[in-house]
């Protein structure tokens, strides 16, 4: 009895476990960024609208202002829909983008909200000089093979990161800066001292591009000092581009999809 006792209270453990970890995975879905909800408008009215329609209810047996759609029942659910289509339907296989993909559930999910006409991200050509003139993008960033290596590639920038979190980076948010992507600086044993950032790091030896665009390789049990930095020496745009001016910006590097 009391073998069974146990095993009936771990039972009920479980179940508040999976049920508590059902709850908070549910609680994560329906928090979306302003921005990845504006970003999936324009993926919608460049690619959905034709099937779907403004209102997303063209389709019979299919509503998305209120929510009617099959085989969606989680944000994951919904992507892998958008992305893989459904079978024997029009929906068919689409190669969207990651950030594409974010941008479309987000947007999707809360299409009842969003009035009708009201979203705009920006003019991308607009962006394109901003980033190549008053932003100074091209002074640290290289796209298709034209620009410094001294900051990040970003000639797939729009397929790796969501349009939130491009926007977060722009406005210096704190934590918007990847792990990879933090600025390093290392100590040799000479006194010789390389700033850069890295490409490659493992638990003995770690590469990156330094300051003067050289790629260096080195072993940490060369090093007196190895310090990843927290702070990003890009820009504050918030306090350089007007908020018209970072949408247009936003929307130039939203294109950047790793396609010339």
Do not use: W
């Not at 099937?51 to 029942?73: E, K």
């Not at 920006?122 to 298709?144: I, M, N, P, T, W």
């Amino acid at each position: 009895m009391n073998s069974l006792f146990r095993l009936s209270v771990v039972g009920i453990v479980l179940i508040f476990a999976m049920a508590s970890s059902n709850l908070s995975a549910q609680e994560d879905e329906g928090r979306y960024e302003q921005t990845d909800i504006e970003y999936g408008a324009t993926v919608y009215a460049e690619h959905c609208v034709t099937c779907h329609g403004d209102n997303g209810d063209l389709l019979p047996q299919i509503n998305l202002r209120n929510g009617r759609f099959p085989n969606s029942p989680s944000d994951r659910d919904l992507g892998n829909t958008i992305r893989n289509g459904l079978p024997g339907t029009a929906m068919v296989p689409t190669e969207y983008t990651d950030s594409e993909i974010t941008g479309l559930v987000a947007y999707v999910r809360n299409i009842s909200n969003v009035p009708l006409g009201s979203v705009t991200l920006g003019d991308s050509v607009r962006g394109q000089a901003l980033y190549e003139g008053k932003g100074e993008c091209g002074s640290c960033h290289r796209v298709f093979g034209q620009g410094p290596r001294s900051a990040p590639e970003l000639s797939n920038i729009g397929a790796m990161r969501s349009a939130a979190q491009i926007e977060r980076s722009l406005l210096g948010t704190e934590g918007s800066l990847i792990p990879i992507n933090r600025p390093v600086r290392a100590v040799m044993q000479d006194g010789t001292v390389i700033n850069g950032r890295r490409l490659n790091e493992d638990t003995f030896t770690v590469q990156l591009i330094d300051d003067q665009e050289r790629l260096v390789s080195l072993e940490k049990s060369g090093l007196i000092e190895y310090t990843i930095l927290t702070t990003s020496s890009m820009p504050v745009y918030e306090q350089i581009l007007t908020d018209e001016e970072r949408a247009d910006l936003l929307a130039y590097l939203l294109t950047l999809k790793g396609l010339n």
